[in-house]
């Protein structure tokens, strides 16, 4: 049945992006501010469609830890599943920071790129972080939050990995208060994993970390403890006794 379920889910998922692709393009012309109301119409989508073919609910504790102004996402990493409901969900316009060749990959890449959000030549070394304080700054700017991974990469459940500084540091140049979040998904759909679980995520969303008086560092220690204490929390089996 799990088979059945993933496979039905993975048709879902294909035989709706190529034709949603080809309407971004259409609506590319908008204004910034519909096309990515439109265009995020996918990723709901894609929730909504893990939830009703897989079984796979969510609940959010501390919505009311979300400010009314310029914020910066800080995030666990553990699947596919939250880079679709964070822009989904989160009441204002996010701006991943990502790569710049996705824009290259066929029918998601074309509808990314329409959205204005943080790509980034790697090529150009550390002038790449530059690139990000600078968008970065005009998207908070535009009253856009910018979304970061600090971990850089999907890391197993229970397992942790090393925080990045970029976060931080684009929090600390730009004067915004970093919103840190914690969330359980790669319980139920893994890294890579064909075949996903059925049952309840849940994302947990911190207090606002200010950056004044902080060092860069001091800032990205208070949003590891936070969202990794956070994970003890939410699945405090994966630790044990530590």
């Known amino acids: 049945m799990g088979v059945l379920r993933a496979a039905a889910y993975q048709l879902f998922l294909i035989v709706t992006v190529i034709p949603y692709a080809f309407l ?7 204004p910034r501010h519909w096309r990515y109301r439109l265009t995020v119409g996918w990723p709901r989508m ?3 469609g893990a939830k009703a073919i897989l079984g796979i609910r969510w ?10 102004g310029p ?13 679709l409901f964070f822009p989904s969900y989160m009441p204002r316009e996010l701006c991943f920071v990502y790569k710049r060749e996705l824009h290259w ?23 790449a972080f530059e690139q990000v304080v600078r968008m970065g700054q ?15 990469t999907r890391i197993a459940p229970g397992k942790e990995g090393r925080y990045k500084m970029g976060g931080a540091l684009l929090a600390s140049r730009t004067c915004t208060p970093i919103i840190p979040v914690a969330h359980n998904a790669g319980e139920l759909w893994p890294r890579k994993a064909f ?7 849940t994302v947990s969303i911190g207090p606002l970390i200010h950056p004044d008086g902080l060092s860069p560092e001091a800032l990205n220690k208070r949003v590891h403890d936070w969202i990794e204490g956070e994970m003890r929390v939410l699945n405090p089996e994966r630790y044990g006794a530590a």
């Open 24 to 30: 971004c393009l259409l609506w590319a012309p908008l």
């Open 105 to 127: 990959v066929p029918f998601f890449g074309w509808g990314l790129a329409l959205l204005q959000m943080i790509p980034i030549n790697r090529s150009r070394g550390r002038d």
């Open 195 to 201: 075949i996903k679980k059925a049952g309840t995520i």
């Open 71 to 83: 914020g910066i996402l800080l995030s666990k990493h553990q699947s596919a599943w939250e880079t």
């Open 138 to 152: 005009r998207r908070i700017d535009e009253g856009r939050w910018p979304i970061l991974f600090p971990e850089g």
């Open 46 to 48: 894609a929730v909504w």
């Open 59 to 68: 609940q959010v504790k501390g919505w009311e830890n979300l400010p009314d």
